[in-house]
């Protein structure tokens, strides 16, 4: 059974965690349906849970991975803006009170190894 986050902080945690296992079952249920995830400097723009989850893999081959490290998060209501060292995203909190990624713009263009 999937985990969902009760706040934008354990959101960004469970990205982290299902980067770090690799595990693209983990990834889909954090992001809405029609989310849109732009990894810059490895692949570009997707969008949707679908295509999120097929672009996991392609950021794992290159040794990409994704470190949480909020440095603020400002939540209005439902929804909240995560200003990362790596990225930005906003994150909405559903019906079933769990919050999902609505757009997550990541610089991971560092690898987890140095390159030669």
């Not at 986050?5 to 992001?31: I, S, W």
């Not at 295509?51 to 400002?74: C, F, G, K, N, S």
């Not at 079933?96 to 610089?107: F, Q, T």
């Given at each position: 059974m999937?985990?969902?986050?009760?706040?934008?902080?354990?959101?960004?945690?469970?990205?982290?965690?299902?980067?770090?296992?690799?595990?693209?079952?983990?990834?889909?249920?954090l992001?809405?349906?029609?989310?849109?995830?732009?990894?810059?400097?490895?692949?570009?723009e997707?969008?949707?849970s679908?295509?999120?989850?097929?672009l996991?893999?392609?950021?794992?081959?290159?040794?990409?991975?994704?470190?949480?490290?909020?440095?603020?998060?400002?939540?209005?209501?439902?929804?909240?803006?995560?200003?990362?060292?790596?990225?930005?995203?906003?994150?909405?909190?559903?019906?079933?009170g769990?919050?999902?990624?609505?757009?997550?713009?990541?610089?991971?263009?560092?690898?987890?190894?140095?390159?030669?």
């Amino acid at each position: 059974m999937t985990q969902a986050a009760r706040t934008p902080e354990e959101l960004e945690a469970l990205f982290e965690d299902a980067f770090v296992l690799r595990d693209p079952g983990a990834l889909a249920p954090l992001f809405e349906p029609r989310a849109l995830l732009d990894a810059s400097g490895v692949t570009g723009e997707v969008r949707g849970s679908e295509q999120i989850t097929r672009l996991a893999p392609m950021l794992w081959a290159r040794e990409r991975t994704y470190v949480a490290d909020p440095l603020r998060i400002v939540q209005a209501h439902d929804i909240a803006l995560i200003l990362a060292t790596h990225g930005t995203s906003v994150v909405r909190r559903g019906a079933d009170g769990a919050w999902r990624y609505a757009i997550s713009l990541l610089a991971i263009d560092h690898p987890t190894q140095e390159e030669p």
